[in-house]
């Protein structure tokens, strides 16, 4: 299984970026999806989660201008950036738990990052 990661980008202050995650392989299930983001000298943190019914969690500083959706029939997650700041400059990644068909267990995975970065 792949997580793969697009829309990452360059934007001014008050802009949109829309990111979205893709799940592909062969026979498998997801459960929790979430954002996480890295700046430069800090630790990875998370963004926003959601659930596979569809409930979510959003780190403070983003509620209100950033959305966390996903499409369980297509594997693919969302994460709508609305009115970015500066201070939203970072690798954003894709997490899942998945569980392969022949497996018991939920593992985790990781997309390859892609780069937001919002100028002021």
């Known amino acids: 299984v792949q997580l793969v990661e697009s829309g990452g980008g360059f934007m001014q202050a008050g802009g949109s970026l829309k990111l979205s995650c893709t799940a592909s392989?062969?026979?498998?299930?997801?459960?929790?999806m979430g954002w996480y983001r890295q700046a430069p000298g800090k630790q990875r943190e998370l963004v926003a989660r959601i659930m596979r019914d569809g409930r979510t969690i959003h780190k403070d500083s983003v509620k209100g201008r950033f959305t966390i959706s996903r499409d369980n029939a297509k594997n693919t997650m969302y994460l709508q950036m609305n009115s970015l700041e500066p201070e939203d400059t970072a690798v954003y990644y894709c997490n899942a738990e998945i569980r392969d068909s022949g497996s018991y267990y939920y593992t985790d995975y990781w997309g390859q990052g892609t780069q937001v970065t919002v100028s002021s």
């Open positions: 392989g062969s026979s498998f299930s997801i459960n929790i």
